[in-house]
């Protein structure tokens, strides 16, 4: 499983969330591609990139001299999934808690 700190970390940037969503949406960008589009310049992309990388949620590939990148769902479907599973967990227990201060 991902790790949800990390992905959450990575998404917590305004900038990166709008990059990883144009990845998204785009289905696979440049850093040059995205920087056309966004008020940063291209390294910034690139940290960003890099950064979103590091928590899985985008993948590179080598075409010729550009570097592709395509953004990866799993790791956000496991960060979903986790903090589905906490709030389960939290509902229960304030349940519980609701059901004691009423008896």
Known sequence: MADPGAIFGALADDTRRTVFVRVASSGQATASELARDLPVTRQ???KH???LASAGLVESERVGRET???ACGEPLREAIDWMATVGARWDE????LAALASS
């Open 49 to 51: 990139l890099s950064l």
């Open 44 to 46: 910034a992309i690139a």
């Open 68 to 70: 592709r990148f395509h």
């Open 93 to 96: 227990r304030l349940a519980l």
